[in-house]
DNA sequence: ACCTGAACACCGTTCAAGT
DNA sequence: ACCTGAACACCGTTCAAGT
């Protein structure tokens, strides 16, 4: 039943509790622990008695993301609109590393919180200060997206380049099919086995999401910089 | 117990029924009623029969992206390498609105299925047919992140940009309530609202999708032609 | 005001049994 | 070879009751 130093019970349950313990829950397990029963588990009390202080498990997860978003650094106002949103999704980018489960809460989630609005309110009231016209930044912010959260899809996490490690462990029959799997789809070995990084800046995987995460990031606001001096107004952006 | 129609009773499982009808199910009740018990109830069987012809509830996930996949259309060889990559994205992006329950999906599978590394292998081929190096084509793919499979995070999807008809049905308290909000995220309010398109393309929102789509998609297409004419190679392309 | 206990309607999945 | 039935260990949540 007890699980020793986490539970903590006896201190009189209130939501900052309840979601900062969330959140140790998720970073701790997974996301997949953070059921309404186990947190009532680790905080020592039955699973109702969090209803008093969440109205629902969405609200839970809400909750949780807020607290996470509270991480992130403010703009810093000394700097130009460009570096101070690339300083903030940067930030973001730090939070949402401790908090690897977040990127799939937020996925989830349908509306937005007041939290998550004060953080975009804030990120296009940069923007704006900065000059550009309110349908720029429009399309700016569909086009970074989730980026001004600091994640985005991580495809090569799972691509097929195994870690030294994992090669070691392998047995010889798992390593043939490794290898035929590899054999039809050159083109993914090939790319994902490239090495265009300094090799000191990186140890296992050959991918240094770092570059990949502000590669895209610099591509997106260096074109908009660019249409920004253009002068860009509403049409002819995309072409079809 | 049979819901009329639905029930399609006595024909022998296989594999293929059982992930058609998973993703029929999805595409008319959404993906939380694709449940083991649910599915079995709408093909007539028992939940364990289900096991037979799908490992486990992952490995039927898998199943439906890799049928949904099935329906993008191949890269046209008569095009160039930026116009081939940027049509069959775009028809990727067609095959996720009629499945718009596969985003999330995809976004929840931790290892690529072999059918998702073939839409991988290929989309990279493009690039690298078009003379691109493999280290760019390895930071592109990073850049384009889920954009190769036709979707993003679509933030203001539920922003505060309320329909006409949703207006029109709102009791006077929560009109209160909601302008009060939009009074709070005066920034969120102005891009949100903002009309950039051409009125005749767009009905209700006031916001394209499409356009917004092919915004992004052409900002980093465009950034990596960019670096392709200039001879991009490995150093110097992101700063702190 | 806050917490509890029992119950309801769901999950995915195992195991042993049927045909 | 394919399907069934009962059971296990979970979910989120309601409702009525305790202190």
Redesign the interface.
Known sequence: MAEGAEVARRERLDRDRVLRTAVALADEHGIDAVSMRRLAQVLGVVPMALYKHVAHKDALLDGMVDAVLAEIDPPDPALGWADAVRGRILSAREVMLRHPWAR?VM??R???T?VV??Y???T??TF?AGGLS??L???V??????R?FGF?????D???GPTPDELAALGPEALAAMQQ?AA?????V???T?R???PGSVVGSG?DDE??????L???L???ERLHRRGWS??G????
Do not use: K, W
Request: charged share 15%; proline share 7%.
């Open positions: 799939r996925e989830s349908a509306a937005p007041p609005l004060a975009m309110d804030s296009i009231g704006l309110v349908d930044v429009h399309h912010m569909h086009a970074l997206g989730s001004i985005t899809q991580e495809l090569y799972n691509a097929p799997t039809m789809f050159p083109n993914v090939a790319v994902a490239s265009p990084h300094d991918c570059f990949e995460f502000e590669f895209g610099d591509l997106l260096g074109g908009v509403s049409s952006a995309a072409s079809v």
